[in-house]
């Protein structure tokens, strides 16, 4: 384990609207704002066929595939995740979420696209004083957290 410690600076609290995109909202939002790290929590509702990543084809394998699935309707949803920039001082979101519609529910990564219906509530915390970003790593291809 590494660790970086870090502050809480400013507090955003975000309404997303009817066709959002996570993660694309959030990613330019914290670029307009020069947030360069935070928390994110989201709660709302999501479209159907949004794309969610929900694990990679073959966990051991030398090159890492995601496995996508849509939704197949609309769903509610809450998730959690962090926000980094990378190597190119370009905010990254990293957000996980579940996703439930009647008695089934998906739960996975919104890198691939999950469009808001109706309802998106974000609320950013932002982390300052640290010295984490995200930086490709060269075996998985992944941007991963480096600290």
């Not at 990679?56 to 996508?68: D, R």
């Amino acid at each position: 384990m590494k660790c970086s410690q870090a502050s809480i600076g400013r507090v955003f609290i975000l309404r997303l609207e009817h066709g959002d995109q996570l993660p694309d909202t959030i990613e330019a939002f914290a670029l307009q704002h020069k947030i360069q790290s935070a928390t994110v929590f989201f709660l709302g509702g999501a479209e159907k066929d949004s794309k969610v990543v929900v694990g990679p084809e073959e966990g051991g394998a030398e090159k890492i595939v995601a496995t996508l699935t849509n939704l197949s309707g609309v769903s509610e949803s809450v998730g959690v995740g962090t926000l980094f920039v990378n190597q190119e001082k370009i905010p990254k979101l990293h957000l996980h979420a579940a996703f439930g519609r009647g008695r089934d529910t998906v739960t996975g990564c919104t890198r691939e696209g999950v469009k808001i219906w109706h309802i998106g509530e974000v609320i950013i915390l932002e982390l300052i004083n640290h010295s984490a970003e995200r930086k490709i790593d060269p075996r998985t291809g992944f941007e991963l957290l480096e600290v």
